[in-house]
């Protein structure tokens, strides 16, 4: 077994409850868990009238989300992506205030740190020109002194670690398109009983085979990965999830659109996995070091994946995966395609989770 082998080798079977939950010494599955709670915090928020400062009589000219990195720009850059052309308003995705914002705009600047310049500069610039802004940031430091009376915030009501903070920002969007679009109908508390749902089918004592997050974890280790997705939307998740799964799981993985994957596979790269019957006659020291397995996952729709499943058959060692792809009877009643993301974000945060808890 190579060197490489023997560091992604298991030492905590996935079906060993006990066994996870003694290896989960930060936390893990607990905040992976709380996507749910998080977007109820966000539903209490809107409940309470935290957002009412944002509405109008008239629709902004555009939606513009400032986010520097991590889950912020994630969830945006899905938001965008999943509601393209069902909103009265356009969703624009940016590193940084663009210089045409001014009264007519609404601003929403998301982060985790609130004392990054990119955030501070563009909550003062949006307050100066006037714009509707709201920040979905924890609520001190600079940040705070720069939208103290100016803006509205939404600041995090739960401590969940900072890897696993996306579902906030995306019902956090959700719930603000919903008050400055008179037109968009969002259902946040029906979105936290579904989060909550799929982390229940998740959890640490459910088997293997009913469990989507424990199969993909162990279709995953050991191996090469590439994800993959075929629309703006579910490649923006693969995206997320890969950063996901290499800063949780420690697993480096590739994220690519639908067709560069099936460039790769047209020219052999499912042919690189290593075969049974090869493993059994290989001699390291003789022949050196296998090549590494590769497992494909490509993040679809539900209502895409049977046809993505068509176009891939008879490639080995893929997957298709969507929200209601789960290995039991019990499964999800489907949704909206934000819905479906968040629930497919969730489970791979799950995976991630899964794949560091493993190794003991």
Known sequence: MSADSRAQSATVDLDDTDGLLAADREGLLRSASMAGAQV????????????????????????????????AEAAGLMLAAALAGSTAAPLVVAP???????????????????????????????????????VVAPNEGPLQEVAAGRAVVIEPRLRVLDDFGFARYFSAGLAILSVVDAGMQVDIAGLADELDAEALRNSAGREMFTNPAKTLADRMSGRDVVLAGDKAATLALARHAAAVLLRVGHKPV??????????????????????????????????????AAIRSVV???????????????????????????????ATPSGGRLEQQLATLAVRLDMTAVYLRLVRG
């Open 96 to 134: 940084e205030v663009p210089p045409w914002i001014g009264a007519l705009d609404v601003l929403v600047v998301a982060g985790d740190d609130p004392v990054d310049p990119v955030l501070v500069s563009a909550a003062a610039t949006g307050t100066r020109r006037g714009a509707r802004v709201v």
């Open 40 to 71: 109820r915090a966000t539903a209490a928020a809107l409940d309470e009238g935290v957002l009412e400062p944002l509405r109008s009589d008239l629709p902004p000219r555009t939606v513009i989300w400032v986010a520097s990195r991590g889950a």
């Open 254 to 291: 590739a994220a690519v659109g639908l067709a560069d994957l099936v460039v790769a596979l047209h020219g052999g790269l499912a042919r690189t996995a290593t075969n049974y019957e090869t493993s059994i006659f290989h001699d390291e020291e003789l022949d050196g070091p296998l090549p």
């Open 299 to 329: 993040l679809a729709a539900d209502d895409e994946r049977s046809g993505i499943a068509s176009r891939l058959d008879g490639y080995d060692g893929l997957d298709v995966v969507s929200a209601k792809d789960v290995p039991d009877a």
